[in-house]
Nanobody, 115 residues
Framework: QVQLVESGGGLVQPGGSLRLSCVAS????????MGWYRQAPGKQRELVAV???????NYADSVKGRFTISRDNAKNTVYLQMNSLEPEDTAVYYC?????????WGQGTQVTVSS
């Protein structure tokens, strides 16, 4: 079993920045994909960015050029640097870890972009 704990969410003004972190613990397979998803009120959960254990990353079109995903395999941690935040980025952000046999989710962290 894999446990994921997110942190770093909060309230920020439009144009501001936040950095989310997600620490994984438990029975972690070295070959995994970690990622960030988000869910806004009344909307479905959507992919924000994912990164393989070798560092290959993919982004949703809506965040390309503004968000950067990275990971520290030694610390079992994935990060999401969010710049130029917009009100439309307001959502609960979830961390996900996927390997060959399962997917695990964190509890989520709220990001609110508002003036």
């Amino acid at each position: 079993q894999v446990q994921l704990v997110e942190s770093g969410g909060g309230l920020v003004q439009p144009g501001g920045s936040l950095r989310l972190s997600c620490v994984a613990s438990g029975s972690i397979f070295s070959d995994n994909v970690m990622g960030w998803y988000r869910q806004a009120p009344g909307k479905q959960r959507e992919l924000v960015a994912v990164i393989t254990n070798s560092g290959r990353a993919n982004y949703a079109d809506s965040v390309k050029g503004r968000f950067t995903i990275s990971r520290d395999n030694a610390k079992n941690t994935v990060y999401l640097q969010m710049n130029s935040l917009e009100p439309e980025d307001t959502a609960v952000y979830y961390c996900k870890c996927s390997d060959v046999i399962r997917s695990s989710w964190g509890q989520g962290t709220q990001v609110t972009v508002s003036s």
